[in-house]
Structures are given as C-alpha cells and as structure tokens.
C-alpha cells in the first residue's frame, strides 16, 4: 500500500473504544439497494461482496489499515514463479459444523476461475489449484504476478462438502441467469452467520459465537434492509428504526449532522464514477447505422458537452472530485498530469461532432442505476439535457441495479453509468484488465462492449507479469494515457464516503466503502 493510501486511511478510521460495553446490541443498517446475490462468485458488485465478507473469510484479508494480513491461510511463500504455497489455519469450521481444509481451497478456487464465473476477472493470474495435505494448497499461476495476495483478498472460502450436497460446485452468475443454492443461503466461517435473506426486504445475520478470531464487535446481530427512497431512509434513521444509513444523501447531511443524537462521517472513497461507451459496430438506438461512438471525435464532444462542474457543485453538492482519469489519487498507477478532464466547451463539442460527420447530433441511448451510486439516476439526466445542446438525443434509462449490470454485462446498451473502486487489489491492474483490455476470457471481464486495442492488451498482459514495480505502474501509467487521449470512457468524479448513524454507533469508515460490522461497537 502506498504511503498517500496509509495516511488516507489513518485518518478517516474511527477509533474504537477500548472497553467493551457490557450490553451489545443489533446494528440496524439500510442502504439504497440489496445484495445481488449471496453467491460469492455471480457478480462483481463491490457492495454486495462487502456484506458477504460479513459471513465469509478470505485466506488473507485487510485489517483497519487496509494492510494484508493473515486469516484462513496463516502463512505462504513461492515455490516456484508460478506456484504459492499456503499453509491454512487448522481448527477452523463453517458455519453449519463443517470442517475447513485443503479440499475447500481447491474447491472455492476452481469455482472462481471457471468459465461460468461472473468474478473470475478477479483472479486474472490463476489457472488452478492443487492439495499438498489436508492443511497445505498450492495456487497456479500462469506466469509470475505480483498482485496474487491482493486478489485473494476478496476470494471467499466455502465449504466444498455444502456446495456438494446442495448441487453448487459450479457457480452462479447473475449476467447469465444461472442460480444455484448459494444465490440465496450462504454457509462461511466469518464473523456472522446469515440467518434470513428476503431480496429486496432484508437480511438478518446473528453472531458466529465459534468463529477463529477474536471479535473486535459488541454486537449480538446485524441486520440489513435496502431502503430504495432517500427519503424514506433519512425519514427511518431520525425515527430511530435505523441505527446507520451508507450513504447519505448529500443534500441530508447538515440535516442530519445537526440533529442531537445523531452524527455524520465523510472523506474520500477510492470510487470513480465515469461513462462507457458502446465500441460495436452499430448502437441500439440507431440499428442499421454505423456508430458514431467508434469516431475518437465523437467521444472527445460527448466529454467536451458536460458540465462536470455543475455536477459537482449541485448534484455532488461540492463532495466529489472532479476528474479525468478511471483511478482515484491512492491507487497505484494514478498520474496526476493524465487526470485531467476535457474543459466544457460546447462550441468545440460542435465542431468535433461536425468534423466527425454529425453536425445535427445522432441519436443514443444512455443508462444508468438509481440505487447503486450517490445521485445516480439524477447524474445522468443532467447530462441527457447537456448533450442536448449539440444535438444529441440520449434516451435515458433507469433501473435497479439488480437488473441494470445484468443487462450492462450483457452489452445492452449504449452508455452506461459505471463505478470503479480498484478492488480488490486496489491497484490501477484492477482497472486495465478489467475495463481496458480486450475482453477474451481472461481479461475484458467487465468490457462487454467490443472495446478493444492492441496497445492496450499488450500493457495488459505485459503488467501482470512484471515484477519491477517501477515498471509495472509505468505500464498502467501508459495504458491510461492511452485512455484519457482516446477517450474510451468519460470521467465523471471521485465520489465521497458519507455515512449518518446514532452517536452511539461506532464503526470505522473505509476508502473502499465496505461496511464492515465486525468493527463495530454500540454503546
């Protein structure tokens, strides 16, 4: 981790009581939209894995500084460039009394680089993994890689037996429509056990009273409930209903941090939120007609058209950072001389949609979640009616996004709303393997859309076996550039993390925006 991320960090967690209230208590929480699905391997939510974590441990995990740090697996080294040795935590059981060892590895691995994956992006580097004994597994990788511990990170051990007997050895993905038993029961051995899960209701966890390590919590349970209206929401935490909203609206927040009995905290989140584009021959909008989104031109007016400073200061109400590029200031491989946003200029928008051959715009189609980013939904309306002034026609489209990345992976639309948190591995690799390079299997996991350069996926496949760090984040440096230059996507901001709950609530807050309750403590 970087020093910028360490300080970052350091400075937004909240310090935890050092006694131990003698009275827990259940953490109430809500947020705008549910989990996707309880199945650890059917999605690339970074929300949704955040609540998974509640209930599954990853073989090394991240501890309030962010640092990797040992859980299911207590030691490893390199045996060769592409083989890990992990030695596992012996003693350990799932939630449903089973054992956990070297079979559930192997098993848990195998399920996540499967072709059916939906989240076998994150493990780029892997192609299998192979028992020593009982208590010892070696990962395979495809050539040496410097960001296998990172992954591992949010790679969530299950219990092969359970996935056996419940016919969900192979996994789900919400982008194909294949469900299985883990999509709505989950059998970890984190902290929490998931006792109930009602989509689109609520989810209601107990404590793991056996669980391996010492709990840093006073709760006695949590439970979830998505919460679509914001104002519903607010309307249940100043009722006292809800012990903690995250996030908050922002046109709430002097509300709420005004009010006795209830507190507000805010600081950067590591997400970017920006626009991707349909790089396929034709647009849904304009079937039978070549796409005007593939002319570098296009896409340079598209940016030049918004006004991201209008965004920020009246939809973002001044708490995000205006930006250029896909990666935010903490992570690896960010350049500040690459971060800048095309100016709005709407006589320049014209002339380059009139030198591209659209002098009286074309018509698009433009989607977006309204229940996944802050002021979503309101976002992309603001920037329909900005393409409006050089003639271009965006059809805007909103959805929950239980339905909308479904349909986003399935290439569905035009330009689309998507965020970026560089997770797991926190690192700009995260980025290019996923969003830039070419998607072929193994790479372009979350490109559905026919995006695609040589340049790219040579930086690609050229980072992920460098082991010159130097050179490595040159490389992602490079890919970037590449990027902002081309304009593949179009950067909106740096969202914050901004979160309202009882001042008798503390949990720590994160750049990534998990909500992590195995922090918390509730006087």
């Known amino acids: 981790m970087n020093n910028y991320l360490k300080t970052l960090v350091a400075g937004i967690a909240i310090i935890m ?295 920020q200061k009246r939809l973002m109400r001044g708490k995000s950072r205006t930006s250029g590029m896909l990666v935010a200031p903490e992570v690896t491989g960010y350049d500040k001389s690459i971060d800048e946003p095309l100016a709005y200029d709407v006589k320049q928008a014209k002339s380059l949609l009139t030198q591209a051959g659209y002098p009286d715009g074309f018509k698009v189609g433009l989607n977006c979640s309204n229940d996944r980013y802050i002021a979503d939904e309101q976002i992309c309306l603001a920037i329909a009616s900005m393409w409006a002034k050089i003639g271009v026609k965006a059809e805007v489209n909103v959805e929950s996004k239980t339905t909308y990345f479904p349909r986003m992976d399935k290439g569905d639309f035009d330009i689309y709303m998507i965020g970026w948190a560089s997770l797991p591995p926190m690192d700009g690799f995260s980025a290019l393997q996923s969003l830039l390079a070419s998607s072929n299997g193994d790479y372009g996991g979350s490109n559905p859309n026919g995006l695609s350069d040589g340049k790219i996926d040579a930086l690609a496949r050229a980072a992920s076996t460098e082991l010159d760090e130097a050179k490595r984040v040159q490389m992602l440096k490079d890919a970037f550039k590449i990027t902002h230059d081309q304009a593949f996507y179009l950067p909106l901001h740096q969202q914050p993390v901004a979160w309202a709950m009882s001042d008798k609530v503390d949990i720590p807050q994160f750049p990534d925006e998990y909500v992590r309750p195995w922090f918390a403590q509730m006087k």
Request: net charge negative.
């Open 17 to 311: 009581p050092l006694t131990t209230p003698s009275l827990a208590k259940t953490l109430r929480w809500s947020s705008a939209g549910d989990v996707v699905s309880y199945d650890p391997n059917a999605q690339v939510d970074s929300f949704t894995q955040g609540m998974q974590h509640m209930v599954f441990d990853p073989l090394v995990r991240r501890n309030k500084e962010l640092q990797l740090e040992p859980a299911l697996a207590t030691s490893w080294e390199v045996v060769e460039p592409t083989r890990w040795r992990f030695k596992l935590r012996q003693g350990v059981k799932f939630h449903e009394g089973q054992a956990f060892n070297a079979d559930d590895v192997v098993a848990t691995i195998l399920r996540e680089i499967d072709p059916g994956s939906r989240n076998r992006e994150d493990l780029p580097a892997v192609v299998g993994a192979e028992k020593v004994d009982d208590y010892t597994v070696d990962i395979i990788l495809r050539g040496p890689y410097p960001l296998l511990l990172n992954d591992l990170a949010a790679v969530y051990m299950m219990s092969k037996p359970w996935m056996a007997e419940h016919d969900a050895l192979k996994p789900g993905n919400t982008s194909t429509g294949v469900t299985t038993y883990a999509n709505n029961h989950a059998n970890g051995t984190g902290p929490f056990k998931l006792v109930s899960y009602e989509p689109d209701a609520k989810s209601v966890f107990a404590v793991n009273e056996s669980w391996w390590d010492k709990p840093q919590h006073n709760l006695t349970g949590v439970e979830y409930r998505p919460i679509a209206s914001d104002a519903t929401r607010v309307a249940a935490l100043l009722s006292g209903e809800l012990d903690m909203i995250a996030p908050i609206p922002l046109q709430d927040i002097d509300r709420i941090g005004n009010t006795p009995g209830l507190k507000v905290v805010q600081n950067p989140s590591l997400r970017e939120i920006f626009l991707g584009f349909n790089y396929r021959p034709e647009l849904h909008a304009m079937p039978g007609k070549p796409n005007p989104l593939l002319d570098v031109q296009v896409r340079q007016a598209l940016w030049h058209a918004v006004d991201l400073n209008t965004i």
